[in-house]
């Protein structure tokens, strides 16, 4: 018997709009057609019913440190706000950070992530909490003093947590970046994700001063002496790829790497425009990402969509280049297929991650093209309802397992707790 | 006695956020204190309570359009879309497209806003059963064979409507742009508009190609046309500003002339980016516009906000440029004093133009800098209580004057009935 039907919804198919239901049994879409019978049946009351959102590089133990340094110089940004505070992050405000944006997500649309970050046996617990699907990664470090301690907490995590919840959870190497990593090291890292068959999660030419840093110690770039180590791979998932040459392009397509897009956290850092109409034109799957909260400042694919194809709009003073599809590709198939996970559309055999928009909004009237709402008008608030693995996380707005109150007045209590440690 | 109290909120007035309570009396905020008794107390919720958001420049009987048609070229756009359907709009159409972006500007803290269109009845009309504030104008064109229709409409407009709706109406003269009015017309147009005592609401400098066609006829840029032959002075609202030479901002700096910055539109027109940290440090009043929805999609003012920042860090590499104090600013008080409104602050004797922003959710959540979210995380939907001119429009997101499912329900088949007629 079919576990849930969701009808009298528009179904956002790779050919469209269509009416009819869809089907979901044990996790998976079994059915898209009409007159099914389940033991549950989903209203969409004329809402779209489409693939949950793939929020393809953050670091959601941030949200604690959301609107606590805004506006100021990128390495005052880092010296004297975030890292003081990092390093005094334990497991527990971890685990409530990130249930914290679990929250944020499920109502927004999210229903997958992949993340990078510290203290990730407490992300991974609020995951399993959550109910949404990620692919998780312990940040490492890779300098001479800190290679040993790191690989090995990283080796760990993946040990513990690869496949967990049901399968919701799996697992990346995190190293850093190419300039807090060394060459030996991320050749470590890849000898360690080849033999566990996980995939590796990294910054990759995020700032110009990057490339800069990179060319004095390496006389080259950063995505040259990837390739060069045998670093890059399909399994590379590469975030920010902002400051590329032509050639660095064409490298990260012989080597298939997947790269996320951040636009807004790029926007609001000053770190620069990716070269994103290249990238789709080269071929290359491109994600899209909110980074951490602390550069966003919240976790609103819908607003990560928009961003997507206006900055490149505006750089290009082209209103053709990425139209609302490609955004919307990126927000969902690409990201899928950028965390390895076999979702990111509604077709029968697909993981049963799905969202309902709810479009009797005024700002998503009148309905000459639901597409372009979905990237160019709709808001995270927006979304009534989201399924991941097949269970039912909230339905017309009601959260199903997860209590909001407690979990924002904990997140509350352990950021301003923290703070005060720094201070 | 005092009409209304708001308590319980965290009212942001200009020397930052204070908590009391705001009194208002006739419409005009007249105490800011503790335990002020009145006919009606309205619960914040420990929310922010702050000016409505002004939205300097929009054409809102366009919210007809919105998503009819995306991502191509900008004379495509005009010519097979935009032009042909507002050619069949009538007042009608105007009616319910304006009442459409009114629901949308009250359900998302927008308080007043400045609108140039056609059929401008019909736009009147809707802002009177509305009960938002608007400074409205209709559009003209005026070339040689239109001038004198086209301002015979503009006059028989700015006489049936100022001030109407009790003083909540007020108009302004709306020659569309220096490219499609001849520099004859303009002359006239300022001469009707000091003879009337009202403002002035054009189009500036919004495409590299507007300033070439004027380089081309008139020898020079449309901001030293515009002062040659003394049109500019600080009742003129500008719209856009994007092509902007060093010596045109001393030019609008010169003339005291207000800016409508309309990030989003510039972006998804792919227009380019204006000169707004210069235009701020030469002393200029920039306001935010959201523009029409056919190039927006929406008319969020928070997101308007956020774009707002987001473009001019990105633009300059600076993650300091325009903080979101900055943005606030753009979107309250110097909205105010674009639409010469004695508005845009919560202070005593101010008219009570005040919105509530609910803060009790996940993506608000902690709390280090409240305007920081308002900017970087506030989304329209947190609105939850809207006043204008001292009524209640809008109240713990229940709507008190408004039928929304009636409105949605009417432009949208005003929409498709227009889109038939054109087809």
């Given at each position: 018997?079919t576990?849930?039907?969701i009808?009298?919804g528009?179904?956002?198919?790779?050919?469209g709009?269509?009416?009819?239901?869809?089907?979901?049994?044990d996790?998976i879409?079994t059915?898209?057609?009409?007159?099914?019978s389940?033991?549950?049946v989903?209203?969409?009351r004329n809402g779209?019913?489409m693939p949950g959102?793939v929020?393809a590089?953050?670091?959601?133990g941030?949200t604690?440190l959301?609107?606590?340094?805004?506006?100021?110089?990128?390495?005052?940004?880092?010296?004297?706000?975030i890292?003081?505070v990092?390093?005094?992050?334990?497991?527990?405000?971890?685990y409530?950070g990130?249930?914290?944006?679990?929250?944020?997500?499920?109502?927004?649309?999210t229903?997958t992530f992949?993340?990078m970050?510290?203290r990730?046996?407490g992300a991974?617990?609020?995951?399993?909490?959550?109910?949404?699907?990620?692919?998780l990664s312990?940040?490492?470090?890779?300098?001479e003093?800190r290679?040993?301690?790191?690989?090995?907490?990283?080796?760990?995590f993946?040990?513990?947590?690869?496949?967990?919840?049901?399968?919701?959870?799996?697992?990346m190497?995190?190293?850093?970046a190419p300039?807090?990593?060394?060459?030996?090291?991320?050749?470590?890292?890849?000898?360690?994700?080849?033999?566990?068959?996980v995939s590796?999660?990294?910054?990759?030419a995020e700032?110009?001063a990057?490339i800069n840093?990179?060319?004095?110690?390496?006389g080259?770039?950063?995505?040259?002496?990837?390739d060069?180590?045998g670093?890059?791979?399909?399994?590379v998932?590469?975030a920010?790829?902002?400051?590329?040459?032509p050639?660095d392009?064409?490298i990260?397509?012989?080597n298939?790497?997947?790269?996320?897009?951040?636009?807004t956290s790029?926007?609001k850092?000053?770190?620069?425009?990716?070269?994103?109409?290249?990238l789709?034109k080269?071929?290359i799957v491109v994600?899209?990402?909110?980074?951490g909260?602390?550069?966003?400042n919240?976790l609103d694919?819908?607003e990560e969509m928009?961003?997507?194809?206006?900055?490149h709009?505006?750089h290009k003073?082209?209103p053709?280049?990425?139209s609302?599809r490609?955004?919307l590709e990126?927000?969902?198939?690409?990201?899928?297929r950028?965390?390895?996970i076999?979702?990111?559309?509604?077709a029968?055999g697909?993981?049963?991650?799905?969202i309902i928009?709810d479009?009797?909004k005024?700002h998503?009237?009148p309905k000459?093209?639901l597409i372009s709402h979905?990237?160019?008008?709709?808001k995270?608030?927006d979304v009534s309802?989201?399924i991941?693995?097949g269970k039912?996380l909230?339905?017309?707005y009601?959260?199903?397992?997860?209590d909001e109150?407690?979990?924002?007045a904990?997140a509350?209590?352990?950021a301003r707790?923290?703070i005060?440690?720094?201070?």
């Amino acid at each position: 018997m079919t576990d849930i039907v969701i009808g009298n919804g528009w179904i956002l198919t790779p050919d469209g709009l269509v009416r009819g239901e869809v089907a979901i049994e044990d996790g998976i879409i079994t059915n898209i057609g009409e007159k099914i019978s389940a033991n549950r049946v989903i209203d969409a009351r004329n809402g779209i019913v489409m693939p949950g959102l793939v929020n393809a590089h953050t670091h959601l133990g941030m949200t604690l440190l959301r609107g606590y340094a805004d506006d100021v110089p990128l390495e005052r940004w880092l010296n004297e706000y975030i890292w003081p505070v990092e390093a005094k992050l334990d497991e527990i405000d971890v685990y409530a950070g990130t249930l914290l944006g679990c929250l944020e997500m499920i109502r927004s649309g999210t229903t997958t992530f992949a993340d990078m970050y510290i203290r990730m046996d407490g992300a991974a617990r609020a995951v399993e909490t959550s109910g949404l699907r990620a692919s998780l990664s312990y940040g490492m470090i890779g300098d001479e003093s800190r290679a040993e301690r790191e690989l090995k907490t990283g080796k760990e995590f993946v040990k513990k947590w690869n496949n967990a919840a049901n399968g919701r959870i799996t697992t990346m190497y995190g190293p850093h970046a190419p300039n807090t990593c060394s060459p030996e090291f991320l050749t470590r890292v890849r000898e360690c994700s080849d033999r566990d068959g996980v995939s590796i999660h990294i910054h990759l030419a995020e700032t110009e001063a990057e490339i800069n840093e990179m060319k004095s110690k390496h006389g080259m770039c950063s995505v040259r002496l990837l390739d060069k180590i045998g670093f890059l791979g399909p399994d590379v998932l590469a975030a920010h790829c902002v400051w590329l040459s032509p050639e660095d392009i064409k490298i990260l397509k012989k080597n298939d790497v997947k790269v996320a897009h951040n636009p807004t956290s790029n926007m609001k850092l000053g770190s620069g425009i990716a070269p994103v109409p290249e990238l789709l034109k080269g071929g290359i799957v491109v994600a899209l990402g909110t980074d951490g909260c602390a550069s966003n400042n919240d976790l609103d694919m819908f607003e990560e969509m928009r961003m997507a194809t206006l900055l490149h709009k505006v750089h290009k003073l082209d209103p053709t280049v990425i139209s609302a599809r490609e955004a919307l590709e990126m927000a969902t198939i690409n990201g899928a297929r950028a965390l390895g996970i076999d979702a990111g559309v509604i077709a029968v055999g697909k993981k049963a991650d799905i969202i309902i928009v709810d479009t009797n909004k005024p700002h998503l009237t009148p309905k000459h093209d639901l597409i372009s709402h979905l990237v160019y008008c709709a808001k995270g608030s927006d979304v009534s309802t989201s399924i991941v693995d097949g269970k039912i996380l909230m339905e017309n707005y009601e959260l199903t397992m997860l209590d909001e109150m407690k979990i924002m007045a904990d997140a509350e209590k352990v950021a301003r707790d923290l703070i005060s440690r720094v201070a």
